[in-house]
Each structure stands twice: as C-alpha cells, then as structure tokens.
C-alpha cells in the first residue's frame, strides 16, 4: 500500500487489509506493508486525526512510515498507490516491465463510491476527509483482496 507520505492512507489500508485477511484467515499466505514515494515522515507514526478515525472503527494504526524502495518491487507481487500520481511515481520507479506490471492503483477496487476513482489524501481536510478515506478502503480493500484471492486460485 502506497501514498505519499504513508502516514495517512497507506497506514489505514495496511491496518484495513490486514484486519480483513486475518477475517478470511490468509495471515499465511498474504503479507501486508505500506510505504510512501515521499521519505520525509520516515520513522513517523500515522497522523493523529488518522489514529483516531481509524480507532473509532477497531483499527490500531501502529505502522512506522517508510519510504518504498526498489526492493519492494523484489518483495512483493502487488504494490497498490492510493492515487494516480502515487502510481505514476510507482511505475517510474519499477526497473522492468515485470515490474511495472505489479502496480496497480486503489481506485479500482472502490465500487460504493462512483463518485472515487481514487483515495484522496486527507491530510489538509478536517475529520469528515479521514472518515471518507476510511469508507474509501474498507470498500476497496474487500475487493482488492477479492482479487488476490483469485490471483492465489490461479497459481495454485
């Protein structure tokens, strides 16, 4: 899970995915992490407003931020950017096509919200934009582990 500085939106899809897989009982077979194209908050817990919106539904945001780097693309099959210039930095970064391919973009897992084709960053907004975002990926993320899921099926 990527965005910018991954102390909002990456840290809350991480918390959501890994609350969901461990629902469908995948803890063995999917690891979850999320990381920033920015390495500014390097070491940072999520934002506070974030914290909190995301306490309110069960979630414990307890990610360091990190910045994604190119072993990422070594490490893992799938590295999903939260809006189109997180996935454009994604896709500048990947060294091969093989790569490349591995970045896919949130937005099109959200089926709730036609109104989204991405998650914005909420960082400059007040309670409701983190809220929103958290709506965003709970949708998204049940339909982006849809897909893993299948993924898996296929290679087995």
Known sequence: ???LGNICR????HHVMEHLIAQRRLADVIEVDSAGTYGGHAGDLPDPRMRRAASKRGYQLTHRARRVSYADFAEFDLIVGMDGGNVADLRRMAATTEEMAKVDMM???ITRFPHYDYVPDPYYEGAEGFEL???LLEDACSHLLDHIE???N???
């Open 1 to 3: 899970m990527v965005c």
């Open 10 to 13: 990456s840290p809350a899809a």
């Open 107 to 109: 937005g099109r897992y």
């Open 133 to 135: 975002v958290l709506d």
């Open 150 to 152: 299948e993924m898996i």
């Open 154 to 156: 296929q290679r087995n």
